[in-house]
C-alpha cells in the first residue's frame, strides 16, 4: 500500500541530523541519499522516515525528474506539487494538537521545512505485511501512517496514509535497487468509535474531541477502517448504508431497487445481510445540497448508488463488482 527509498548522496549521524540539514538547505536537496529496500529493512525506523521525508523535499522544491518506476507516469508539475504539499499540509494541520503558525499556503521552501517538522512528530512506517525476510524486487512502494486520531465529527477516528512511489536511480532490479521518490499518494480512512445516530454530522468541541482522540488512538489503524474523500462524506455513506441495510430487511422495501446481475428478492437479501463496516464511501453529497443527491458506496462487494430525494431515500441501484488483484512477490 505504501513505499520508501534511499540512495547516494551525504553521510548522515542521526535522523534529526539529516532533518535539520535539508531544512538548512546546507545540502543540495537533489543530493538527499537515495534508498533501497535492504536499507528500508534494516535501519532504523527514524532513519528510514528521515531519509524519505528528505526526498519528499527534493521532489517538491525541485525539478528534477527521477527515473523509471514500477507504473509509468508523466513527470511532476508544478501544479502538481502544489497539490501534494496542500494534501500534506491539510494531514498536518487536521492531526489533534497542530501547532501554529500555519503552514505557508504557497509552496515554498520555508513551507516545506515547517511541513517536514510537522510531519516527522505524527507519521510512522507502515510495515508491509508482504515484505519478506528476504526481498528479491527494488523499493516500488513505502507506506508512511499517522495513529488513528480523532476528526471533528463525534466519535469519528481517522487515520492519514502517505504513500510514497519510487523510481530508479540506477537500474539494478533487485533489493539492492537505488531508489528515489517520484511521487506521493495521501488517503484518508475512518472508523466510528459507534455507529453515528444523529441525522447529522456533529461538530464537537476541542475538549469533547481531545477524549475521543484517547479512544481512537487505542484503534488497530488495520482493523475495519474504511476509505472516504472526507469527514462529512464518511459520515453521510455509512449513514445511508446503515439506513438501506435497515431498510431491507422491512417487509415493504420503502425505496426501489434495481440490481444488475441479480433478481431483485436476492439482492434484497444481499444488502439486508451486509456489515455497514465493510464499506468503501466514493463521491457523497450532503442531501442539504439539492433536493436530490446520490452517494456511491461499496457494500461487502457490492456498488452501490444511493438516491435521497426530500431526506430519504428513493432508490438504491446494485451494481456487482469484481475485483482482481494481483500482488508483486517479494
Known amino acids: 500500500m505504501l513505499g520508501r527509498r ?12 539529516l532533518l535539520s540539514c535539508v531544512a538548512a538547505s546546507s545540502v543540495p536537496l537533489h543530493n538527499v541519499r537515495p534508498i533501497s529496500k535492504l536499507e528500508a529493512r534494516s535501519l532504523p525506523e ?3 522516515v528521515a531519509r524519505v521525508l528528505g526526498q519528499l523535499a527534493a521532489l517538491l522544491l525541485t525539478d528534477k525528474t527521477p527515473g523509471a518506476g514500477l507504473i509509468a507516469r508523466p513527470p511532476l508539475t508544478q501544479a502538481d506539487r502544489q497539490v501534494i504539499y496542500d494534501r500534506l499540509s491539510q494531514v498536518a494541520l487536521e492531526y489533534p494538537g497542530a501547532g501554529s503558525p500555519p ?31 528476504h526481498p528479491q524486487h527494488p523499493l516500488w512502494q513505502l507506506g508512511l501512517h499517522t495513529r488513528p486520531y480523532a476528526t471533528r465529527i463525534r466519535d469519528l477516528c481517522a487515520v492519514d496514509s502517505i504513500t510514497m512511489e519510487f523510481a530508479h536511480v540506477d537500474g539494478s532490479e533487485d533489493a ?17 468509535l459507534v455507529p453515528p445516530s ?20 487505542k484503534l488497530d489503524s488495520d482493523q475495519n477502517f474504511f476509505v472516504a474523500p472526507n469527514d462529512v462524506a464518511a459520515f453521510e455513506g455509512v449513514t445511508l448504508a446503515q439506513a438501506a441495510i435497515t431498510s431491507a430487511s422491512q417487509p415493504a422495501l ?17 444488502i439486508a445481510s451486509a456489515h ?6 466514493g463521491k457523497c453529497a450532503p442531501p442539504d445540497v439539492s433536493p ?21 431515500i428513493s432508490q438504491v441501484d446494485v451494481h456487482q463488482t469484481v475485483v482482481i488483484a494481483d500482488e508483486l512477490a517479494d
Open 6 to 17: 534511499l540512495g547516494g548522496g551525504i553521510v548522515f549521524a542521526s535522523a534529526a541530523t
Open 198 to 217: 444523529s441525522e447529522r454530522p456533529v461538530e464537537v468541541s476541542a475538549h469533547e474531541r481531545s477524549g475521543t482522540d484517547t479512544a481512537c488512538a
Open 276 to 281: 455497514a463496516s465493510n464499506i468503501w464511501v
Open 254 to 270: 420503502p425505496y426501489v431497487l434495481s440490481c444488475d446481475r441479480k433478481d431483485a428478492e436476492a439482492c434484497r437479501k444481499d
Open 292 to 312: 436530490e443527491s446520490a452517494c456511491d458506496v461499496m457494500l461487502d462487494g457490492n456498488d452501490l448508488v444511493i438516491t435521497v430525494k426530500s431526506g430519504a
Open 46 to 48: 527514524k532513519y528510514v
Open 103 to 133: 503552514i505557508p499556503p504557497a509552496l515554498s521552501e520555508d513551507g516545506v521545512n515547517q511541513l517536514l517538522e510537522r510531519l516527522t512528530g505524527i507519521i510512522s512506517l507502515w510495515h508491509d505485511p508482504y515484505w519478506t525476510q
Open 176 to 192: 539492492s535497487a537505488r531508489m528515489r521518490v517520484s511521487n506521493v499518494m495521501i488517503d484518508r480512512s475512518y472508523k466510528f
